[in-house]
């Protein structure tokens, strides 16, 4: 077959001489920016306010606070409504923030904090929630808890998690006597011995807690969904900063750019929720902050 015969057989192949082309994929965001309520505490707006300030911000993705969803419900609202209200916004609630004593020592006490993550957790999954924090509430001060014990707690509640549909992810508190370091929080994630474990890491509480950023590096990849995004000023130093002193990202002095590129991953997006609880934020007019963190935020990871 010479060249010209060749040529013809393609085209008869194809029909047209051309050869289908693959279509281009969209590449996926590094990460999602989101909201988390604690910007606007100060703010007092309620929980249909707060959402509506996210939306009008830019957001697409934020982290409530569950008693100001019980607030709302409270005052005669309903899951229903709450899950509509939050679709009608274009909105999805990533994450939610409880703080039920989980972790504790006491039997008592830890029994009544079950059955209240179990009542939250349904309720969250109701409007569409598929995280929840777990924190070390009720054991930030005190004698050190044994681990081992912490991992067969945080199972429990990963277990209430496969019931509920809604994901328990550890949190760490640099400022607790425990889980105050990116060490432990691994260490009971990894003991757990589930599938579903995750940690919520947050940049002053790393700083706070003394692992730094670097720590990040020896976190698995897997266990990294979200990450509360902040910054921390050159002063107060470590030992006396606190939540207070959280600044918008990049007005600080915290290496983010390295940290993102930690956190990035090139099987999913990072959710990147600013959270503050500053003062001085509150005193300001409640959209502008918002748009204000989402800006510096967007600044930060488009250099990543």
């Known amino acids: 077959m010479n060249r010209r015969e060749a040529l013809s057989s393609v085209l008869a192949v194809t029909g047209t001489g051309l050869l ?35 939306s009008k911000a830019g957001y697409g993705s934020v982290e409530i606070w569950i008693n100001t969803l019980q607030d709302y419900l409270k005052n005669g609202g309903t899951l229903p409504e709450a899950r509509r209200i939050v679709e009608d916004l274009g909105l999805k609630v990533e994450d939610a923030i409880g703080f ?40 930030t001060t005190g004698a050190p808890l044994d681990l081992k014990r912490v991992a067969e707690r945080y199972r429990t509640i990963l277990e209430l998690g ?7 992810h550890l949190e760490l508190w640099g400022f607790s006597k425990n889980l105050s370091r990116v060490g432990e929080i691994l260490y009971v994630a990894v003991e757990s011995g589930h599938p579903s474990a995750r940690l919520l890491m947050d940049v002053y509480h790393l700083h706070k807690g003394g692992s730094g950023m670097e720590s990040v590096k020896d976190v698995g990849k897997p266990l990294i969904e979200i990450f509360h995004m902040n910054d921390y000023p050159a002063t107060p130093p470590r030992e006396t900063i606190t939540d ?48 204000t963190g989402l800006a510096k935020m967007r600044k930060v990871g488009e250099r990543v």
């Open 20 to 54: 289908p082309m693959p279509a281009p994929t969209k590449k996926e965001p590094s990460f999602i920016y989101s909201l988390n309520m604690s910007t606007l505490r100060g703010h007092k707006l309620g929980f249909r306010k707060e959402l509506e300030v996210a």
């Open 100 to 139: 039920a004593t989980w972790i504790v020592d006491d039997e008592t006490a830890r029994a009544k904090a079950l059955d209240q993550l179990k009542m939250e957790m349904e309720q969250l999954a109701q409007i569409g929630c598929p995280r929840v924090a777990a924190p070390p509430m009720g054991a």
């Open 162 to 168: 496969d019931k509920t549909g809604v994901v328990p």
């Open 244 to 291: 207070a002193d959280r600044v918008y990202a990049g007005d600080g002095i915290a290496p983010l750019k390295d940290l993102l590129k930690s956190l990035k991953d090139p099987d999913k997006p990072i959710i990147l929720s600013f959270e503050v609880f500053n003062q001085g934020y509150y005193a300001q007019d409640p959209l502008l902050v918002a748009k």
